[in-house]
């Protein structure tokens, strides 16, 4: 799996946001949530009683922690690289910040993801393919041509997204980091239904709450430009 080092896609200052579109306060408060949640799991296992011991033991590598966390990873790979993607194709500081908050959100559960593997000694990915660890499959959601995961945009949507500009683009990403949430939240809240160890399932929870807020404000986004999710 190809790494990608995240730097900051260049998002606008935060309060130069309200010459563009009203909103920018939602988007801020979703960027500190999500931010919060990312702290909050990096802190927890130092900090946790005798309850978390069971944390401690390995799961296999077929176990829904092992699955969640790579099939995860490359999921969330994906809502960083479209957030370079529309950072390049349009100059509206809104959904610009929107997509740097989602990147750095999920870049560093990405690196968490990755690091409990390395930490219980199992393969990044699974020889099994994708999905495989939730029960009841793909929860509903269809795979499209070409993609990897349920939520996830295929190569074709990609370039496409690639070359529009300004507010096209802008539709574009969001419709598609629409559905990619979509995936990601059945995904997570599979997780924490079926996962063992305490501090993934509180992972998994807290991509559940952050990317419903998230889809929300992707939602008044396109409503302000005359769309809406599909």
């Known amino acids: ?49 005798n309850d978390d011991k069971e944390s401690a033991t390995v799961p296999t590598a077929d176990s829904a922690d092992a699955g969640f ?6 999921h969330h790979q994906q809502a960083v690289e479209m957030a370079y993607l529309v950072r390049d194709r349009t100059t509206d500081a809104e959904v610009r910040g929107l997509a740097y908050d989602i990147a750095q959100t999920q870049a560093n559960q990405r690196g968490m993801l990755l690091g409990r593997l390395d930490l219980w000694n199992l393969p990044v990915t699974s020889p099994d393919g994708y999905m495989t660890w939730m ?7 269809q795979i499209k041509d070409g993609s990897l995961m349920p939520g996830m945009a295929t190569d074709t949507e990609l370039g496409q997204l690639g070359k529009l500009d300004g507010e096209q683009a802008e539709i574009r990403y969001l419709q598609l980091m629409y559905t990619h949430h979509m995936g990601g939240i ?10 063992t160890v305490p501090q993934e399932k509180r992972l998994a929870q807290g991509m559940v709450d952050a990317q419903q807020s998230e ?15 599909r």
């Open 215 to 229: 889809m929300k404000v992707m939602t008044d986004l396109l409503k302000e430009r005359g769309s809406a999710p």
């Open 1 to 49: 799996m190809t790494e990608t080092t995240l730097t900051a896609p260049d998002a606008t200052d935060p309060g130069d946001a309200q010459n563009h579109r009203p909103g920018i306060g939602r988007r801020l408060t979703i960027g500190a949530a999500a931010l919060v949640t990312v702290v909050l799991a990096l802190t927890l296992p130092a900090v946790t009683s």
């Open 69 to 74: 966390a790579r099939d995860m990873a490359v």
């Open 186 to 195: 059945d995904m997570a809240r599979a997780c924490a239904q079926q996962c």
């Open 135 to 141: 029960q009841g499959g793909h929860m509903g959601h």
